[in-house]
Structure formats: C-alpha cells, structure tokens
C-alpha cells in the first residue's frame, strides 16, 4: 500500500515536471541510446574476469550520466550529487527510487576509460548516423570555424614553460605532481587578451546547424593550421564559408583542387586594404558564417568556466562530448520543428 501511494506520487510529480519542459525527455525519445552500446561495450572488455571486485555498471547508463554532466556543466561530484537529488536525472538514467546513483570516482573512471581507448570520436560518428537516417543530412554548404576552450590556469615558472614549449617534461615533475600538471595545453592571445587551453576546431552544415566533422588542439595552434581535414565531402554543396583567418591563396587552391566553392572571408594586407567591393562580399558572406557562431554560444552557455581534463586525450573526450550534446539538442529541436 504505501509502495503504491509513493509511486502514485513520483507519477504525479513526474507529469509535472514533464510539462514545465524536461530537456531530458526529448533526448530520451529521440536519440537511440542502444545504438551505442556496441562501441561502449569496449570499455569493459580488459576488465580481469572473476568473482573479486564490483561488477561494472551498465554501459549505456554511465554514458547518459555524461550527457548529463556536458549538458549542464556539472563536475564528476556534482553530477553524483545532482542524480541522488533530482528525480529527472534518475528516470534519464533508468534508476529506480532505491537504486543509488554511480559515484563521482566510477563516472571519473568511465570517462578516462573512453580516453584511453579513444571512443568519444566513434560515438561521435554513430550519432551523426542517427542524424543522417532521420534525414538530417549535411545540406547548403559548410562553414568552418574554431573556438577557445580554457583549461585551469598552470602556476608554472618561467623555466618550466619554457621546458614545456620544447616539449621537454620538468625533471622534478614525478609522482602525483606530474599527474595534476597539464603539459599539452598552452597560452595564446585574441582580441588583446590572453587564453590558456585548447581549442575546438568545428565543421557545420548551413542547412541543419548540425557538426558534422571537429579537431581538438592546444590554443596556441592557429586556426587556419586545421582546415582540411575539417571539410565534409558528403555535403549536397561545394560551398565553404570561413571567416579571414583562413584565407590564403594556398587555401583558396586546396579548395578548387578539391572541387570546392571559396566563400572565405577576404583579408586586407598592410598597405593594401580591402576595396569596396571585397568589404560588401565579406559582408554578404557573414550573414551565412555567423551561424557557426550560434553554435558556440550555445555551448559556452552550458559549459564551465574551465574544462576540467588534464592532458590533450582526455581534453579531446571532455570536448568531444560537448560537441556530441550539441548536436543531441539540435536533433531534438530540429525534430520538434519538423513535428510543428
């Protein structure tokens, strides 16, 4: 009797939160979560077989749980505290009201498994499958971008930076010391102001607004050094937009080479500005690159100040499940307007 009068109440309180609008509830229904588990299966695959130790959780649970984290920028802590606490985080993850919540250590050593086997990049690719079976594909052209994300600041000294930048690791760097020091992120400048971490190299489609292709580096690599390997042969159009960091007449011919349409930003060079015409072209090429930028807005909303990875494989994993919650949010509004 009181088991029924408690699951008549968490129904009620579920309904309610159901129609305030429940982000969580969309992702549930549209993303097909056991298409995953195939590649997520892998992270359990080296564990020594017995009776010893706990059991591994259930694969598909702990990578919703990250989704979770990405979507609302929550540390490994708070992400166990938010899913004991919060009844939509449990239905998410398929945890009854007795069941408790994976810890911050376990979600900790999930990730860092998916790290070490570089998983993020082929979940990745089996989203925009999903993506591309519901007819959401790359349509209109592409537009080209990249977008700073910062890693906590390292109280290095001088010495030790310049170390780093040889590429050579501070000899008294052993121990728990080295595990806690970032070797791989770097500083850079934009707009007069100075930024420490990596970088988030994107390729959208005009069309869908969906990424279709991304790179991570540290920050200090220029953006125009990751480009190629960005473009999607499988867009409806050759057209590609970028803004002037990327232009140069070597691009301009990679681009024709490779059967695309320049629609790169035209830069004006010392002594020789750029003409009238040039200036109303860029403009007209804005109107359609500015959409790239709605994608990183969106991002910087939900993310932390700083990710919190140490290290470019695991900066890759934290980046690469922004990028893949992005594009989970899009499928869903995307398939809410289609619906409408």
Not at 13 to 29: E, M, S, V
Not at 123 to 146: H, M, P
Not at 175 to 194: E, I, L, Y
């Amino acid at each position: 009797m009181t088991n029924d009068l408690f699951g008549s109440m968490f129904d009620l309180q579920d309904n309610r939160i159901d129609k305030l609008g429940n982000p969580l509830l969309a992702l549930d229904k549209t993303i097909d979560w056991e298409a995953f588990r195939k590649t997520l299966n892998r992270v359990n695959k080296k564990r020594i077989k017995g009776r010893a130790g706990a059991k591994p959780k259930e694969v598909v649970m702990m990578f919703k749980g990250l989704v979770i984290q990405s979507l609302y920028g929550l540390s490994d802590d708070q992400l166990e505290y938010q899913i004991e606490d919060r009844r939509s985080f449990q239905r998410f993850l398929g945890l009854s009201n007795h069941q408790r919540s994976p810890d911050a250590k376990t979600f900790w050593a999930f990730r860092n498994r998916l790290s070490e086997l570089k998983l993020v990049d082929k979940l990745f690719v089996e989203l925009s499958k999903q993506l591309n079976k519901a007819g959401y594909i790359a349509r209109q052209g592409q537009i080209i971008d990249a977008s700073i994300v910062p890693a906590p600041v390292q109280r290095n000294s001088r010495e030790e930076n310049a170390q780093l930048k040889r590429g050579d690791v501070p000899e008294d760097w052993e121990g728990n010391k080295r595990k806690q020091k970032d070797v791989d992120a770097r500083w850079t400048k934009k707009h007069g102001k100075s930024h420490y971490g990596y970088k988030n190299h994107i390729s959208i489609d005009n069309k869908n607004k969906l990424i279709r292709h991304y790179d991570v580096t540290d920050a200090s690599v220029h953006d125009s050094n990751v480009f190629e390997e960005l473009l999607d042969a499988d867009n409806s159009s050759a057209d590609v937009w970028a803004d002037s960091a990327y232009s140069s007449q070597e691009k301009e011919e990679k681009l024709v080479g490779l059967g695309y349409r320049s629609k790169v930003h035209r830069k004006g060079k010392r002594g020789k500005p750029l003409n009238a015409y040039s200036k109303q072209a860029n403009t007209k090429k804005s109107k359609v690159r500015c959409r790239v930028e709605h994608v990183f807005g969106s991002q910087n909303d939900l993310r932390r100040k700083a990710i919190s990875a140490i290290g470019i494989v695991r900066a890759r994993t934290e980046i690469g499940m922004m990028n893949m919650v992005y594009n989970m949010r899009r499928f869903c509004f995307l398939e809410r307007a289609s619906a409408s």
